[in-house]
């Protein structure tokens, strides 16, 4: 069983920063990815976006909707991932939602950060 714990949302202005945590705990042996997922107003939770990934080599891959914008990172030590989202929008608004792989699978959900983005 592995429990993930998202912080760091909150209310911010268009171009500000913020810096979403994701703190892991339980089994996470052969995980091979971490993730960020986002889901805005409205929306269901089979709409989720995809966001950024961390794969269990390091690789980073991202959403064209964030990409040099966002950046996401993982202290293995902590069973912790990052998301470090600057220079925000209005349409970054939503729930991130941090999800570990195994395998292919999704073991794992957190209950989600608010992020709003407004002025």
């Known amino acids: 069983q592995v429990q993930l714990v998202e912080s760091g949302g909150g209310l911010v202005q268009p171009g500000g920063s913020l810096r979403l945590s994701c703190a892991a705990s339980?089994?996470?042996?052969?995980?091979?990815?971490w993730s960020w997922y986002r889901q805005g107003p409205g929306r269901q939770r089979a709409a989720r976006e995809w966001?950024?990934?961390?794969?269990?080599?390091?690789?980073?891959n991202y959403a064209s909707s964030v990409r040099g914008r966002f950046t996401i990172s993982r202290n293995d030590a902590k069973n912790t991932v990052f998301l470090q989202m600057n220079s925000l929008k209005f349409e970054d608004t939503a729930v991130y939602f941090c999800t570990l792989v195994r395998s292919g699978v999704h073991v794992s959900w957190g209950q989600g950060t608010h992020v709003n983005v407004s002025s």
């Open positions: 966001v950024a990934s961390i794969r269990a080599d390091g690789n980073l």
């Open positions: 339980g089994d996470i042996s052969g995980i091979n990815v």
